[in-house]
Nanobody, 121 residues
Framework: QVQLVESGGGSVQPGESLTLSCTFT?????MGWFRQIPGEEREGVAA????????RYADSVKGRFTISQDNSKNIVYLEMNNLKPEDTARYYC?????????????????WGQGTQVTVSS
């Protein structure tokens, strides 16, 4: 049974940083982070291939967010810098067992419960 558990959300001011963590059941080809605002579709933020260790990002977060993984601990991280109010959303960790690691929510079968990130002054 695949299990994903996120942590690290919270409330910050614009320009500040947060790092999200997700512990996962091993055996995945891809790990990803998505976010969702109520009433809107789930948006892909970042994804990483287990092998090779390469990542892809949504244009809206390039240069500000970094996804990384520690496969020895079965943890994937999302480091978020220079946060903006428009980054406010519930952030979800996701996994899939086959490539490609595309940032399309419907391609990902396994999801965590999410963690809220609020950016406000």
């Amino acid at each position: 049974q695949v299990q994903l558990v996120e942590s690290g959300g919270g409330s910050v001011q614009p320009g500040e940083s947060l790092t999200l963590s997700c512990t996962f059941t091993p055996g995945n080809a891809c790990m990803g982070w998505f976010r969702q605002i109520p009433g809107e579709e789930r948006e892909g933020v970042a994804a990483i291939y287990r092998v090779p260790d390469t990542a892809r990002y949504a244009d809206s977060v390039k240069g500000r967010f970094t996804i990384s993984q520690d496969n020895s601990k079965n943890i994937v991280y999302l480091e978020m810098n220079n946060l903006k109010p428009e980054d406010t959303a519930r952030y979800y960790c996701a996994s899939k067992q086959k490539v490609p690691c595309v940032l399309v929510a419907s391609n990902w079968p396994y999801w965590g419960q999410g963690t809220q990130v609020t950016v406000s002054s």
